[in-house]
């Protein structure tokens, strides 16, 4: 059985597709991910936009239980609305690196959501105004004090929509440098995904 399930037209795949995950089944039809996902756990099932029907494919395949990322040639924020609200999990560039491709899997495995840059933006301007104003009886903390200086650094530069390889180009660091950093930073933090980080950076500079 496959961890990934990729939906395109002609069930075909994208060389980057098969980089990030060698054992992938690639599909033409949702119909047909039962008989190659995953009994022990849902699959991901990542859904091109190119596929006729594709928001109709992510809210069945959600509604099975399914995690769901789609995947889009010319990604834009009203598509990736769209795509959130139909149930899928994440949102992306169909011809992203192998390397980001895994990237995407392992946040929305832990239940994160992934969005690109622009949507974050987008999503952290509209929520911020919705959240609940600090008590000022109540001395405020900033829970970014919880990290050294180089983790808030990357912490507040993810915050901004960058990737890890921007967040890399911009410190002079490694790749894996950030992810090493990111990785303390959700954990002491206690957030799952960039979302999550995004909204408490923002909320602690008011």
């Known amino acids: ?23 992938l089944a690639c599909l033409a039809d949702a119909g047909q991910a039962d008989a190659v996902m995953a009994p022990s756990a849902p699959s991901r099932v990542w859904v091109d936009v190119a596929l006729p029907g594709w928001g109709e494919a992510v809210r069945t395949l959600a509604a099975r239980g399914a995690t769901v990322v789609v995947l889009s040639a010319l990604p834009e924020g009203e598509q990736a609305v769209q795509a959130l609200e139909a149930g899928a999990r994440g949102y992306c560039h169909a011809c992203a690196a192998p390397g980001m491709l895994r990237e995407v899997a392992v946040v929305v495995e832990h239940g994160g959501l992934w969005v690109g840059p622009e949507l974050l933006a987008r999503l952290v301007r509209a929520t911020v105004p919705l959240l609940p104003a600090a008590d000022p009886a109540v ?20 915050a901004k929509g960058l990737s890890n390889k921007q967040v890399a180009q911009g410190l002079a660091i490694t790749e894996r440098t950030v992810k090493a950093h990111l990785a303390s930073v959700f954990d002491k933090l206690a957030v799952r995904d960039r979302m999550q980080l995004a909204l408490l950076v923002a909320r602690a500079r008011m």
Do not use: C, D, I
């Not at 059985?1 to 069930?11: D, I, N, R, T």
């Not at 900033?142 to 990357?154: C, D, T």
């Open 1 to 23: 059985m496959a961890a990934e399930v990729f939906l395109s037209p002609g069930g075909r795949a994208l060389e980057n597709w098969r980089t990030a995950f060698p054992g």
């Open 139 to 158: 001395q405020p903390t900033n829970p970014l004090q919880a990290l050294s200086a180089r983790e808030r650094e990357v912490a507040e530069a993810v």
